[in-house]
């Protein structure tokens, strides 16, 4: 993927990347992320890292950390990637980590809300 000529395809438009193309992840990825309605390399990297893995874990497929790491090292940088192993030992662990952590906290706080608005009427 480092290949300058599949990168200037890739921002052209002329070349559609599947996820099982992106460093990482595979054929087993894709899949887990189809069921979560991401079907495309473009929708993953719209999505974000960690909203799809906070959306694989809200759907219940139960996802590890090196998921986490595989996403994030597949989206940075575009579209090389990083390995996961660079992610999990790397400087942006934690900001990931602290990212799922607020996300879920928010998607909490919403359900709380909803539930308190419809026990009111």
Partial sequence: MRNSKVRQRIAAGKLKLRIRDL???????????????IYSADELRRQGAVRSFAELKRAGASPSLNMLWALAGALDPWPE?????????????????????????????????????????
Avoid at 24 to 37: C, H, R, T, Y
Avoid at 90 to 109: F, Q, T
Wanted: charged residues 30%; negative net charge.
């Fill in 23 to 37: 460093r990482n992840l595979g054929v087993k990825s894709e899949q887990v992320l189809a069921d979560i309605g």
């Fill in 81 to 121: 990637g990083t390995h996961w192993r660079e992610i999990a030992r790397g400087d942006a662990r934690l900001s990931l980590l602290l990212a799922v952590e607020d996300l879920e906290k928010a998607a909490l706080a919403r359900q709380g809300s909803e539930h308190a608005g419809r026990s009111v009427e």
